[in-house]
């Protein structure tokens, strides 16, 4: 278990899947932690249920991670109720699986802005509260680097970006004592990509290990680079893919 007593993090998108597992895991390891959603208002209260039973403290905020406006505010937000913030994690994100020639730009928008331009916003906003030993992780994708997979043109581009984002920014924060990762999961069991679903088969076998992750494989990485062992890995991104891209 890392050890992030003290500490204040903000789960973008943690209502379900991996957002809200990563929400449960740095609660466990001790951090105060508040998640956004957007449609799943009942979902998160539930993820904020659990934490508070567990004895941790949260709080769910809605707003729409395409929204620049909202995710700034919810930043703010979390540093006013908490008095600061420690840990961005950038996980809301959105797959629209279609031929690209088929795409609209209106779907196009969707998933840059929800994908790609919320982080951007969300983590300019949280660099005014991070301090030494502030972390910044992004939820890409193993697509982001590799992708076997058609249907993801638009998605994997947007994982692309926030991969070269996370390289460029981890240099200029540095001298301020913040990391910045990149943490790319492969095929992992949620709502949005079920291990039951007609689109699993062909993603199990492009994994070494043939079978889908589960959401707190993910939440185990980013509770290590949140942690304190962590502090040597900066601009890096870490996969947990199953050996997707092997
Ligand atoms: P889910 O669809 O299962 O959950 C998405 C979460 O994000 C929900 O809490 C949802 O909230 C929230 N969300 C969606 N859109 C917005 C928005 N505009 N603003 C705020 N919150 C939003 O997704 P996953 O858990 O599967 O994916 C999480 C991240 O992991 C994404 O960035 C995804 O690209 C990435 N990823 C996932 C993989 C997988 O196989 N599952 C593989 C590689 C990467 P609400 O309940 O309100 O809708």
Redesign the pocket.
């Known amino acids: 278990m890392a050890n992030l007593n003290n500490k204040t993090a903000l789960v973008?998108?943690?209502?379900?899947?991996?957002?809200?597992a990563i929400a449960r895991r740095l609660a466990a390891d001790g951090a105060r932690v508040a998640i956004?959603?957007?449609?799943?208002a009942d979902?998160?209260a539930r993820v904020v249920k659990e934490i508070e039973s567990a004895g941790g403290e949260a709080i769910a905020i809605h707003?729409?991670?395409?929204d620049a406006k909202a995710v700034t505010a919810a930043v703010e937000q979390t540093a006013s109720t908490f008095g600061g913030l420690d840990i961005l994690v950038n996980?809301?994100?959105?797959?629209i699986p279609k031929p690209f020639e088929e795409t609209t730009l209106e779907e196009m928008d969707l998933v840059i802005h929800?994908?790609l331009r919320?982080v951007l916003a969300a983590t300019q906003a949280a660099l005014r509260h991070l301090k030494a030993g502030g972390r910044i992780i992004t939820?890409?994708?193993?697509?982001g680097e590799r992708n076997m997979m058609p249907v993801l043109a638009t998605?994997a581009a947007t994982?692309g970006a926030v991969k070269m984002f996370t390289q460029s920014l981890s240099r200029e924060v540095a001298p301020r004592g913040i990391t910045v990762n990149n943490i790319?999961?492969?095929?992992?069991?949620?709502?949005?990509?079920p291990a039951a679903g007609d689109w699993a088969p062909p993603q199990i076998a492009i994994t070494a290990l043939k079978r889908f992750g589960h959401?707190n494989d993910?939440a185990a990485m980013v509770a290590f680079v949140a942690g304190p062992e962590a502090s040597y890995i900066t601009g890096a991104s870490l996969t947990v893919d199953g050996g997707a891209n092997a």
Do not use: E
Request: hydrophobic residues 35%; glycine residues 20%.
């Open positions: 973008t998108g943690g209502s379900r899947g991996i957002g809200a956004t959603y957007i449609r799943g979902a998160a707003a729409d991670a395409a996980n809301a994100g959105i797959l929800t994908n919320g939820i890409g994708s193993c697509v998605y994982k790319q999961p492969g095929p992992i069991d949620t709502d949005n990509n959401v993910v």
